[in-house]
Structure formats: structure tokens, C-alpha cells
């Protein structure tokens, strides 16, 4: 039992998966099916719902790997949603619902003058039709490092929530937050999700999640750059055992009893 106990699990999360203007947050079609054939012979790919589960049980008798894709572009309904239905490999679809309610393209992706074109609510939609999950990246994809009102907090974090459950008619149990390093994530923040009835929130800065540990967060690993980092990550070794976590104690997960009270109020 000791030994199951150490198996990791991994949580992947990509962006765009494409076939012209790739970047740091963009990965090739051809790549992308190239990882989820290696990952797939060789370890279960599951849901976040089953990697959480096993975090509070604190057993996991084989490694595991769940894939999540953040932002909400639209190409991706022609590349990564097919490719990962084929193959019958679950996934946690993260959206910022700004971008996806009014259609315009990502300050970043402007900013290169490449304006992508973001997620519609049907194609959502569609995505829950074919058993994909949706979750919760905030309203504008804002940093949530720096300071923000209670307000503010509500537009971002509780009232997308309440947006996403109305398109999809999920419930929607996880939030990822932007850029997801520890600068890009306050307690305030975590405060206001759990407030907000999320069940688990996501960073983004590199990191396994063992079994018996923190369940209310999970670290993930960036799939985007190459079969080598990919593989580097992947490859089970005991030393990794040793590795020191991320955000051991950075945060609070727990809820707090006087976190901020979401409001009726809706962010304009």
C-alpha cells in the first residue's frame, strides 16, 4: 500500500492546438495527437474529478494524466476537441467568458497582431454534447497578482461561475487561475472561489500531485512547449518524490469563515 500511495498524477494544460501562427501558447495539430498517443500507452488518462478523488483518498495504484486546455479559442473545435474525443481521453475545458460572450480576440494575441478568434457559447455548448467538462479562467484572463476589489473579484471569479452554469447546464467545480504562477495568484482570490462554490482551483507553474496531499489544488504542467519537456515530466522517477512543492503553504485552501460573500451583483 506504501508504494501505491507515491504513484503521481499530472494535470497537462495547453491553449491552442493549431496548423499556422503557432507561439509559446499554441502547438501543432500533428504535436498535439503525437502527445496524447505517447501519453496514452503508457498512462490512464483520466478526469480532474478522478485525480481529486484519489488526492482525498490518499491511495493512487498507478500514475495518472488528466489533460486541460485554458483561454477558449475557436480553433479549437477543429483540431484538439476532435482529437481528444477520438480517442476517448476525458478533458477539462477552461474559459474566460468575456472573450467567448462578446467574440473579441486576446489582448496578447492583438498585442503580436494576430487577432485569434475566441470560443462561441454554442461551441461550448457543443463541447458539453460530446462530454467535455467546462471550467472557470475568469471573466477578462486578468492577473489576479495584482490588486483588485471585492468587486472586481465578484466580476472575475463568482459571476463567471453563475455564467458558465447557465450556458452549459454543468456545474462548474474548478476554476484555473491566469497565468497561474504564485506572483499571478492571491489568497483573496482563493477566498472568493471557494466562496463562490468552486470545489478546487488550478495553478500553472510546474508540479505532481500526490496522493494525501492537497486535494483544493491542483498543480499542472505546461503540454504547449515539446515531446521532450513532456516526456521529462512524465517519465516516473523516484527522486521526484523529493521534489520540494511549489506552493507548499503559500496558501490557504481551506474556506475561511469570513471570506467575501458574493453578491447579486453582475460585473458589466
Excluded at 158 to 164: A, E, F, M
Excluded at 170 to 198: C, R
Aim: proline fraction near 6%.
Amino acid at each position: 500500500m506504501a508504494d501505491q500511495q507515491m504513484f503521481p498524477a499530472f494535470v497537462l494544460f495547453y491553449h491552442r492546438v493549431a496548423t499556422h501562427s503557432l507561439n509559446d501558447w499554441s502547438i501543432g495539430k500533428k504535436n498535439f495527437e503525437r502527445h496524447l498517443d505517447w501519453i496514452s500507452k503508457r498512462i490512464s488518462m483520466v478526469s480532474l474529478d478522478e485525480i481529486r478523488a484519489s488526492q482525498i483518498e490518499g491511495t493512487r495504484s498507478k500514475p495518472m494524466v488528466a489533460i486541460t486546455i485554458d483561454d477558449g479559442y475557436g480553433e479549437n473545435s477543429e483540431h484538439a476537441i476532435p482529437a481528444l474525443k477520438e480517442r476517448n481521453i476525458p478533458c477539462h475545458y477552461f474559459v474566460s467568458t468575456h472573450f467567448v460572450e462578446t467574440g473579441e480576440p486576446f489582448p496578447h494575441d492583438v498585442s503580436r497582431g494576430v487577432p485569434l478568434r475566441p470560443n462561441t457559447i454554442e461551441e461550448l455548448q457543443r463541447y458539453v454534447e460530446l462530454g467535455v467538462e467546462i471550467g472557470a479562467h475568469s471573466h477578462t484572463h486578468v492577473n489576479f497578482g495584482r490588486p483588485l476589489s471585492d468587486a472586481e473579484l465578484r466580476c472575475e471569479i463568482t459571476d463567471v461561475r453563475k455564467r458558465l452554469q447557465d450556458w452549459t447546464g454543468q456545474s462548474i467545480d474548478y476554476f484555473a487561475f491566469p497565468f497561474g504562477l504564485k506572483q499571478n495568484i492571491s489568497q483573496q482570490a482563493i477566498d472568493v472561489i471557494f466562496e463562490s462554490g468552486f470545489k478546487c482551483f488550478l495553478s500553472a507553474a510546474g508540479g505532481v500531485n500526490w496522493p494525501g496531499k492537497e486535494a483544493s489544488h491542483l498543480q499542472r504542467i505546461h503540454g504547449d512547449p515539446g515531446m521532450a519537456a513532456l516526456k521529462n515530466w512524465l517519465t516516473y522517477d523516484p527522486r521526484k518524490i523529493h521534489r520540494e512543492p511549489l506552493f507548499e503553504d503559500a496558501f490557504r485552501t481551506a474556506k475561511p469563515p469570513n471570506a467575501l460573500m458574493p453578491r447579486e451583483e453582475s460585473c458589466v
